[in-house]
Every structure is written in C-alpha cells, then in structure tokens.
C-alpha cells in the first residue's frame, strides 16, 4: 500500500533519514522504533508531506505522492496525529471531529458544495467516532479545556474522522499511564479489524512488541532490521542499537 | 447644557451609531484576515472605496439603478479586488517576513488610491443616496432614512456573515487554519483555498462597506481611503485582533463617539479623541473589549 523506495532527508549536514526502503502492506499494522533522533518523526512527516523529500520516491497505492501537498495526500487517504498535541485549541470537541470530516468525500464534491455546505450530512459519522473514542460527554468542550489523555484521543479521533485507508500514528502512548496504553492497544487492534492499515511510531515498546504485526528499527536515519516482533527483538544489531556495544 | 444641547448630542450620537456598522464591516474585514493569516492587509480600505468606485464603473450604462443592484455591483467588485490583493500582494511574498506582505500592502493600497485618482481626475463622483428623502421623526428626535439603510444593510451582512463562519465548512476551515495551520492540512483543508475565499468574502464586505459610505456621504471621493484605513484599523485593535464579535461592537461605539466629538469639539478636533480613545485601549486593554483568558495550548 505504501511503498517509500530509498527515501532520504538531509537538514542542512544532518542525515536525519539517510536512504530507507520500507513498504507497509494492506491491512497489516507496522511497528516503526527506534532511538531517540534516528528519524522516525521525520520519516512520519516526509510521508504527510510536512517538508519536501531530499531524494527517493514515495509510492502510494502504487502512485507516486513524492510532489503532492499534505492536503492532497490526505485527500487519497492518509491520516496522521502529531507527538505534539495539536488540536485546534479554540474549536469544541466535535467541530475539532468536523474539521476533519470526510475530507475524502469532499475533494469529490463542487467547489460550492464543499465550501458552503453545513453539518447536516455528517452528524450521525461525528457521533460514532465521539462514542468510540469515549468522548461523547465532551463534545461542546473546547478542545483546549481537555485533559491531556482525552486530548490524545482526539487527535487519534480527528485521523479517523479524515476515513483514511492509512494512519500514520506519531508516539500515541507519549506521556500516557498502563491504563490509556491498555486502552490505545484495543483501539489500535480494533481499527486494523475494521480494515485501516497503520504505521506506528513508538517509544513504548510493550505496546509495539504487542499490537504490531511487523515491526522496522530505524537508527542514524538507516533502517537496520525488519520482521516479526520476535525476531526483531532478538537481532543482534537491534540490541547494540538501543543498549550500546560491551 | 439644556435640553436641547442633549437632544443634540443623543442625535448625533444615533447617527454615528448608525454609520459605524460600516466601520464594524471594515473592521470584521481586517479581523478575519489577521486572524487567518496573522498578518494585517493595509489595502483593505482602500480596495474597498476601489470597489464602490467599481460597482459605479459597472452600472455607468444604466440610469438609476434600484439599491440592490448597487451594492451587490460593489460586492461583486469588492471579491474580484480581494482575489486580486491575494495573487498581488501575499501569495508569491514570503511568508516568513512579517514586514515584507505590511509593505506589499502598503503598496497596494498606495496603488489602488493612484488608480481611483487617475481614472477619476481626483474630482469626487456623485454615489446614488439612498433613501435620503425618507425621516422618521420621534419628536425633537430624527432618523435619517439613509443612515437607518446603511446600518439595516450593515447588520444584514454581518448576520450573513456570520452564519458563513459558524455553520458552513468554510467558516469551521478558516478558524481551523488560523489556530492551528499545519493540523489543518492534514485534515485535509488547502490553505490556497481557504486563503483566497477568506479574500474574497472580506473583499465583498469591503465592497459593501464601500458603497454604504459613498451612499451615506452621497459621493465617492479617493480622499476617502485613508481615513477608513484609519478608522478600520483602530476598530479592529480596540474590537481584539482576531475577534469578530469585537471588531462589530467597536465599529459601533468608534462610529457614536467620532459623531458625539465631532459635535461637542468640532469636526477638526475629532479624530484626536478617537486617537486617544486608541491609545487607551492599547495601554489598558491591549487585547481588546472581549479579550479572554488564554487557553491551555
């Protein structure tokens, strides 16, 4: 489904991802760890289209995306959240969900329609997605107001609202206690269930080593090894990457 | 002060008021596109005589054309300028220096006022008076049918308006790409659009804007520009940079006070009150008539 062939981005002399190859397939959940700065952030924003690719090519669905805007790319499909919370602050809970809404269906409606169109269409769509993500109670509070783990619920919930067929999700566990990883991880496994495929950029590698179905470690921008969570826990190069060499 | 003196006062006090819905809608037109570009367009009031000079260009062919036309004219014309400042004046400057789009604008409202004088010869142009044999009289006290019109138009924009930011996708896209510019994109919102419509729809304000004060004056002068550049600007720092609720009220309370010191202290020594009237809010209340507590982000 999404196919990133030698991609690399270069910040001035830093290589901050330096020649990756790494295809997500349909369907499945990918696992992508690695080292604080080996570029797993930057590999998130390089496929959303945040900053421009130094080299490579990025496929997706076979197409190359590598020229689009962010816009357009979440257009045919990709969502993402952010590590850094960014929730429009000023907007309430659901018009955070309508901002979001259906951006896929909208790019195919007329310029007038889609514009000038109200909320009418979409409500019943909103209201799902506030009850799955439990903040169905919330939904005139201002997004600012929330606590921190509904707010990374939002964020998560906004994504979805895009109907993307990929979910770039960026550190979800960040800052969150056992309880709201327990939750994350049945949210996470039901929206593969439900046919998303998802890429996740995790520190918390409990939650990775379980939800994800292969699992890719990044290190100084370099992919250094691929495969099921066992075998990646195993390998040899993993180990020095995130323990140092004896 | 007699009676009558407070007859007088409380008069010209009702038509300031009724004026100032035209500097609440320039004062709504800056707003929004500081709140959405965080940058201020110096050519708004200027584009926005441009375009009562426009609608007046449109209809030269017909003698008397009924109100409506007129002013839609002059939103139409007010749009067309607002795309135009958009492509000339923001989108190839870059985005990064704060001063170079204050000066792109200053340039076009320096060339807007230059076109409207070369065209015109500099001399004044008649603009259609609405409604001005029309007074409602209460007693001592009296309603101008013309102002009366300009402010029921005012308020009929601004509900318009309104109902354009609160309930349409438009509206949700343009407060979403204001707070939070990068997010917003990848929901899916193209900032060129939101950009150029947030443009155009101020632009058909202004337009509006525009023709309410040719129709309230009864003529269109390019001396016109720079005191409604002045008069927006200080509605949108006393209303909150960014709140449109703000930039209405204080359109409303700059237009009654201006009119109540231009009859107390004379029509040469208004705008000083004006001005420190500015001043005050800027030392007191630098966020504006409803500035709020910050949120958590």
Redesign the interface.
């Given at each position: 489904m999404l196919d990133l062939q030698g991609i690399a981005k270069h910040f001035g002399g830093v290589h901050a991802v330096d020649g990756v190859d790494l295809t997500v397939k349909r369907g499945e959940i990918l696992g992508l760890i690695g080292p604080n700065g080996s570029g797993k952030s930057t590999i998130v924003n390089l496929v959303?289209g945040?900053f421009p690719l130094t080299s490579g090519r990025i496929l997706f669905e076979g197409d190359d995306i590598s020229d689009l805007?962010?816009?357009?790319r979440?257009?045919l499909g990709i969502?993402?959240t952010?590590q850094n919370i960014?929730?429009?602050?000023?907007?309430s809970v659901w018009?955070n969900l309508?901002?979001?809404q259906n951006?896929?269906q909208?790019?195919q409606e007329v310029f007038f329609k889609?514009?000038?169109?109200?909320?009418a269409g979409v409500q019943a769509e909103i209201e799902r997605t506030l009850e799955f993500f439990d903040l169905a109670h919330k939904r005139h509070e201002?997004?600012?107001?929330l606590s921190f783990g509904e707010q990374r619920r939002l964020e998560f919930a906004?994504a979805i609202?895009?109907r993307p067929n990929l979910l770039l999700l960026d550190e979800p566990a960040a800052g969150m206690n056992a309880e709201e990883v327990d939750q994350l991880d049945a949210r996470i496994r039901k929206m593969r269930d439900d046919g998303f495929t998802v890429l996740l950029i995790e520190h918390h590698v409990e939650l990775v080593m379980s939800v994800a179905d292969r699992i890719a470690v990044l290190n100084f921008g370099r992919k250094i090894a691929e495969g099921p969570p066992a075998a990646v826990q195993d390998d040899a190069a993993v180990r020095e990457a995130y323990l140092g060499t004896r | 002060m007699d009676l009558l003196d407070l007859i007088d006062a409380a008069q010209s006090v009702a038509d300031g008021l009724l004026f100032g819905s035209t500097y609440a809608l320039l004062g709504i037109g800056f707003t929004l596109i500081f709140g959405v570009m965080h940058k201020i367009n110096l050519s708004y009031a200027a584009a926005s005589i441009g375009a009562a000079y426009g609608s007046l260009l449109l209809l030269s062919g017909f003698t008397a054309a009924p109100a409506v036309i007129v002013f839609m004219a002059a939103a139409l014309c007010g749009g067309v300028i607002g795309a135009l400042v958009y492509f000339i004046g923001f989108k190839f400057i870059p985005v990064a220096n704060p001063l170079a789009t204050l000066m792109s604008t200053v340039g076009l409202l320096l060339l807007i006022d230059e076109i409207i004088v070369h065209t015109t010869e500099g001399v004044p142009l008649a603009y259609p008076a609405l409604y001005s044999d029309v007074v409602v009289r209460l007693g001592q006290f009296m309603l101008r049918g013309d102002l009366m019109f300009v402010f029921v138009l005012g308020c009929a924009c601004m509900v318009l308006f309104l109902l354009l930011l609160y309930r349409t996708r438009l509206g949700i896209a343009t407060r979403a790409v204001s707070q939070q510019p990068i997010a917003s994109q990848l929901c899916g919102i193209s900032i060129l659009q939101v950009n150029v419509l947030t443009f155009v729809v101020t632009g058909m304000l202004g337009g509006i804007a525009g023709a309410m004060s040719g129709a309230a004056i009864g003529m269109l002068s390019p001396l016109l520009a720079q005191p409604l550049t002045v008069k927006g600007l200080i509605v949108t720092v006393i209303g909150g940079l960014g709140s449109i609720p703000g930039a209405i009220i204080a359109g409303l309370i700059v237009g009654a006070l201006e009119s109540l010191f231009q009859f107390l202290r004379g029509v040469t020594e208004r705008d000083l009150y004006i001005m420190m009237l500015l001043f005050a809010f800027l030392v007191f209340r630098p966020g504006g008539i409803f500035a709020k507590a910050p949120g958590r982000d």
């Open positions: 959303s945040l805007p962010s816009h357009a979440v257009g969502a993402r952010f960014r929730l429009f602050g000023q907007l018009q309508w901002v979001a951006s896929r909208q790019r889609r514009w000038f169109g109200g909320s201002l997004a600012a107001n906004r609202s895009a | -």
